[in-house]
């Protein structure tokens, strides 16, 4: 008699579907994390401070946006520094502290994210260039070892350094990391949701498939650029259960995000779908070929040479390691390619978040390089590549930009307990500065740059002129009674505003040079030879209007300032 077919059990059933296969398992089968990784990782990180943290103290915020993104942390900073009063009505104070320090794009135009980071760095070492940058060197150390720790869910602990240290030297992160950008401290993000993914694919639950989706839609708090990354964790889901290793039912979340979030973000920036069917005149028209082209050639300079060519080799070998990180990562680099391809502005650094994958698969290509050498060199060989691969990225030069603070100190008297007028295109750094060394609204800083002429996203675009004459700069300016204009010189990428503004200045008999001071010894190239001209009115000046109307085109609105203010 044939025996009956044997049913299997409840606990059966689910341990063959929430179980890896074997494939799966082999690529996550790595020895336990114990002391020697924690030794690797202090390394890895050791060398990530050295890196980014170069030349810290040097220089002011670098470039334009870098103070845009600092003056957020501030804002954070002192909108929590001022109490529960604060806390009830947060709307009325951005508008209040814009009023002070007209250099705020939180919420009109970036997620908090990396603000509130910042604001705790500012918290405990003060507000300064210094700590602003500290707090992007620390977001690129929690980076380098996310890739590790991703890594060591394929490989060992060598090949792990190497992707470690992989991600640390590529020209891209090398850049921004030193810098006060968001790009760095959003791909830490999508890094650490990739990190909990390989603890969901090890052993799907709905647990830890949360927290994936959880880490995931945290990189969209950073910058919205990172709203790719939800496809490539779907994708990976899905390939999960097509394998057996997951339930199918784990899917229906992460697509439902995947249609809805990218919607969501697209319908609620301005003029977004416009901008995407017709393009713009200044960056090209988003569905030509030179659009998904030229993004191409960003990537040998963001990844370098050598490490590109090793990514080529892993990449091969990546699907015969893991089908489901292969895919993964494959994902994340065409979503990332895609939404630059289709971004309005065509920057390089946009890349950036689509690095991680090429560090996996340069670490991969290596690691066929460590197989063929005796197992007692492996650790020497790639602990003296780790070190001559930072040496490479620290000597990479850096472009300082000057630093307003010495002016903002020489003429603190001319500034605390005034309103003056700042004209220059890094006119960010000059109210960062000024909320640096003068007591919190204890002075009202006015942008030529939102008084002489409007710029609705770039200086490159859209820049509409409010004054074309002297005529119009006097009914401009002499009515605000300001006593100091705080003017740079020899900057050659001024706009032809601030050019005439220049101009005006010299034969004014209202107001009169006192004193110039050269920025930097050693800055950016277009700032060699930029000075800071101080300009004192020849009269007791006399206010004839008391508030100053600033628009703010991004959020639609426009922001009174009260020109005598500065008390708090």
């Known amino acids: 008699?044939?025996?009956?077919?044997?049913q299997p059990t409840m606990n059966q059933t689910t341990s063959t579907v929430t179980k890896p296969k074997a494939e799966t398992r082999a690529a996550l089968a790595t020895a336990r994390f114990d002391r020697r990784d924690a030794l690797w990782l202090m390394l890895l990180a050791a060398l990530a401070v050295g890196v980014l943290g170069k030349d810290i103290s040097k220089g002011g915020l670098r470039s334009i946006d870098s103070p845009v993104h600092a003056m957020d942390g501030?804002?954070?900073?002192?909108?929590?520094?001022?109490?529960?009063?604060?806390?009830?009505?947060?709307?009325?104070?951005?508008?209040?502290?814009?009023?002070?320090?007209?250099?705020?794009?939180?919420?009109?135009?970036?997620?908090?994210?990396?603000?509130?980071?910042?604001a705790a760095f500012f918290g405990v070492f003060g507000i300064s260039a210094v700590s602003a940058?500290?707090?992007?060197?620390?977001?690129?150390?929690?980076?380098?070892?996310?890739?590790?720790?991703?890594?060591?869910?394929?490989?060992?602990?060598?090949?792990?350094?190497?992707?470690?240290?992989?991600?640390?030297?590529?020209?891209?992160?090398?850049?921004?990391?030193?810098?006060?950008?968001?790009?760095?401290?959003?791909?830490?993000i999508m890094i650490w949701a990739a990190v909990a993914l390989t603890h969901y694919v090890k052993k799907p639950s709905a647990a830890?498939?949360?927290?994936?989706?959880?880490m995931t839609l945290l990189g969209l708090c950073f910058k919205q650029n990172a709203v790719f990354l939800i496809g490539a964790v779907t994708a990976t889901i899905g390939v999960?259960?097509?394998?057996?290793d997951a339930r199918w039912r784990h899917v229906i979340v992460p697509a439902a995000l995947c249609i809805a979030v990218p919607l969501g973000i697209w319908l609620s920036l301005s003029d977004a779908l416009t901008k995407l069917v017709d393009g713009n005149d200044g960056a090209g028209a988003e569905w030509s070929l030179r659009a998904f082209t030229q993004c191409a050639?960003?990537?040998?300079?963001?990844?370098?040479?050598?490490?590109?060519?090793?990514?080529?080799?892993?990449?091969?070998?990546?699907?015969?390691?893991?089908?489901?990180?292969?895919?993964?990562?494959?994902?994340?680099?065409?979503?990332?390619?895609?939404?630059?391809?289709?971004?309005?502005?065509?920057?390089?650094?946009?890349?950036?978040?689509?690095?991680?994958?090429?560090?996996?698969?340069?670490?991969?290509?290596?690691?066929?390089?460590?197989?063929?050498?005796?197992?007692?060199?492996?650790?020497?060989?790639?602990?003296?590549?780790?070190?001559?691969?930072?040496?490479?990225?620290?000597?990479?030069?850096?472009?300082?930009?000057?630093?307003?603070?010495?002016?903002?100190?020489?003429?603190?008297?001319?500034?605390?307990?005034?309103?003056?007028?700042?004209?220059?295109?890094?006119?960010?750094?000059?109210?960062?500065?000024v909320r640096q060394h003068i007591p919190w609204r204890?002075?009202?800083?006015?942008?030529?740059?939102?008084?002489?002429?409007?710029?609705?996203?770039?200086?490159?675009?859209?820049?509409?002129?409010?004054?074309?004459?002297?005529?119009?700069?006097?009914?401009?300016i002499l009515?605000?009674?300001?006593?100091?204009?705080?003017?740079?010189?020899?900057?050659?990428?001024?706009?032809?505003?601030?050019?005439?503004?220049?101009?005006?200045?010299?034969?004014?008999?209202?107001?009169?040079?006192?004193?110039s001071m050269r920025l930097a010894e050693e800055p950016e190239p277009n700032y060699r030879n930029v000075t800071m001209d101080v300009y004192e009115s020849t009269s007791p000046p006399v206010r004839t209007v008391e508030y100053l109307d600033v628009p703010v085109p991004r959020a639609n609105r426009t922001v009174r300032v009260n020109l005598g203010g500065w008390s708090g």
């Not at 999960?240 to 057996?244: D, E, K, L, P, T």
């Not at 100190?409 to 500065?433: M, N, P």
């Not at 006593?483 to 020899?490: D, G, M, N, P, V």
């Open 133 to 188: 940058r500290m707090s992007v060197v620390f977001m690129g150390v929690l980076g380098v070892v996310g890739a590790y720790l991703f890594m060591r869910s394929l490989s060992g602990r060598a090949v792990s350094a190497l992707a470690g240290i992989a991600l640390l030297v590529m020209p891209g992160i090398t850049q921004w990391g030193q810098q006060t950008m968001l790009e760095v401290p959003t791909l830490t």
């Open 74 to 118: 501030v804002l954070i900073h002192d909108w929590v520094a001022a109490g529960p009063s604060a806390w009830t009505d947060p709307m009325g104070f951005a508008v209040e502290q814009y009023a002070h320090y007209p250099s705020l794009s939180i919420g009109s135009h970036y997620p908090p994210g990396f603000a509130i980071v910042e």
């Open 297 to 433: 050639r960003y990537i040998p300079g963001e990844v370098s040479l050598w490490l590109l060519a090793a990514a080529v080799v892993g990449f091969a070998i990546s699907w015969r390691r893991s089908v489901v990180f292969a895919t993964f990562l494959a994902v994340w680099l065409f979503g990332c390619y895609a939404m630059v391809s289709v971004a309005e502005f065509k920057f390089a650094r946009f890349f950036c978040l689509g690095l991680f994958p090429f560090a996996i698969w340069a670490a991969l290509g290596c690691g066929l390089v460590l197989d063929r050498l005796p197992s007692r060199w492996r650790t020497v060989v790639v602990a003296l590549g780790v070190v001559v691969m930072s040496k490479v990225a620290f000597d990479r030069p850096i472009p300082y930009f000057p630093d307003h603070g010495p002016t903002v100190i020489t003429h603190r008297d001319k500034i605390e307990g005034h309103a003056v007028l700042f004209s220059g295109l890094r006119d960010g750094d000059f109210v960062f500065a």
């Open 208 to 214: 830890r498939l949360t927290l994936v989706l959880a």
């Open 442 to 476: 204890k002075a009202v800083v006015i942008r030529a740059s939102k008084l002489l002429y409007t710029c609705l996203a770039h200086p490159m675009f859209d820049l509409k002129a409010n004054v074309s004459d002297y005529a119009e700069i006097d009914a401009a």
């Open 479 to 515: 009515p605000l009674g300001l006593t100091h204009l705080f003017i740079e010189r020899e900057n050659r990428v001024a706009v032809s505003t601030d050019t005439l503004l220049r101009d005006y200045l010299a034969q004014s008999q209202s107001y009169s040079r006192v004193d």
């Open 240 to 244: 999960c259960a097509w394998r057996g």
């Open 1 to 6: 008699m044939r025996a009956a077919k044997r």
